[in-house]
C-alpha cells in the first residue's frame, strides 16, 4: 500500500524553528520527485518546496533562504526544515510524490495533490505568539 506520512508540526511562535517529517511507505522515495504543500486559513494550496529525483530543488518565492528541503534515503523519507517561521506560514503541511512531474513544475503547476502518485494527510503548523 502506498503511503505518505507528515509528523513535525505543531504550535511555534514567531521566529521559531519547526522540522516537518515524511515517511514513504510501499513505494522507495528515491525514484520520486517529492513536494511540500501547504493550505493556509481563506488561501489556495501553495506549492512551498519541490525535490526531484535528479537533485533539482525548488522554493516558493515566500520562503526562500527561510526553509530547507531534505531527503534521508535511508529513512525513505523527507524534511522541511522551516526556519524564522511567520504567522503567514500558518498552514497545514503536506507532502506528496510524484513520478513524472519535475521539482518546479511539480510546485508550480499542481492544483490538486490528489493529482499526483501519492500525498499525506496534512499536518498542521500553527505560527503564533
Known amino acids: 500500500q502506498v503511503q505518505l506520512v507528515e509528523s513535525g508540526g505543531g504550535l511555534v511562535q514567531p521566529g521559531g524553528s519547526l522540522r516537518l517529517s515524511c515517511v514513504a511507505s510501499?513505494?522507495?522515495?528515491?525514484?520520486?520527485?517529492i513536494g511540500w504543500f501547504r493550505q493556509g486559513p481563506g488561501k489556495e494550496r501553495e506549492g512551498v518546496s519541490c525535490s526531484g529525483r535528479d537533485g533539482d530543488t525548488f522554493y516558493a518565492d515566500s520562503v526562500k533562504g527561510r526553509f530547507t528541503i531534505s531527503r534521508d534515503s535511508a529513512k525513505n523519507t523527507v524534511y522541511l526544515q522551516m526556519n524564522s517561521l511567520k504567522p503567514e506560514d500558518t498552514a497545514v503541511y503536506y507532502c506528496?510524490?510524484?513520478?513524472?512531474?519535475?521539482?518546479?513544475?511539480?510546485?508550480?503547476?499542481?492544483?490538486?495533490?490528489?493529482?499526483?502518485?501519492?500525498w499525506g494527510q496534512g499536518t498542521q503548523v500553527t505560527v503564533s505568539s
Open positions: 506528496a510524490a510524484d513520478f513524472t512531474l519535475i521539482a518546479q513544475a511539480l510546485c508550480v503547476t499542481t492544483s490538486d495533490v490528489s493529482e499526483l502518485d501519492a
Open positions: 510501499g513505494f522507495t522515495l528515491d525514484y520520486y520527485n
